[in-house]
């Protein structure tokens, strides 16, 4: 028996290539199933996200006007008003129209905005000054963040 090592000849010097190869390509199909199951759980948890933004923007609520002008009415052009002197029966004669007796939702928002439907319980002039107001909505107002959520679908 021969204790000495063989000589190292052209087959053995491509083992180690193969072998580090081999270890290469294990690594990187490893690393591309952990990427692939990230990206699958990141999916998972991102759509119901996106689901529950969608359900959150058809039920926030838009008030007209907003509480700091509980009491007042909104004109033809969207502006909140003192009641006129023939108080709701003004509206029968273009005066300012009454707040209306529930806050609307985004979803009556966007419907009315979008594909003209009327917001509920609103006359054709009511709901044209209505929408006015909510459009004139700015940063800090009652309804503002709905409205934007409302023109900025995330579906």
Known sequence: MDDTP??????????????????ASSVTSRRMLMLG???????????PALAQTTASVLNCQIPVPG????????????????PGP??????????PYPPPS??????EVRNALYKGMSLPGTT????D???KYIRKLSGGQSGYTCFLSVQNPRT
């Open 6 to 23: 063989s000589k190292p000849g052209p087959a053995s010097d491509s083992a180690p290539e193969a072998q580090a190869d081999a270890t």
């Open 67 to 82: 509480p700091g002008d509980a009491g007042k009415y909104i004109d033809r052009n969207g502006n909140v008003v003192n």
């Open 124 to 127: 054709y002039y009511s709901n």
């Open 37 to 47: 199951a990230v990206g699958a759980s990141t999916v998972i948890a991102v759509r």
């Open 86 to 95: 023939l108080g709701p029966l003004g509206a029968l004669f273009g005066g």
């Open 102 to 107: 529930r806050p609307f939702t985004g979803e």
């Open 129 to 131: 000054a209505y929408l």
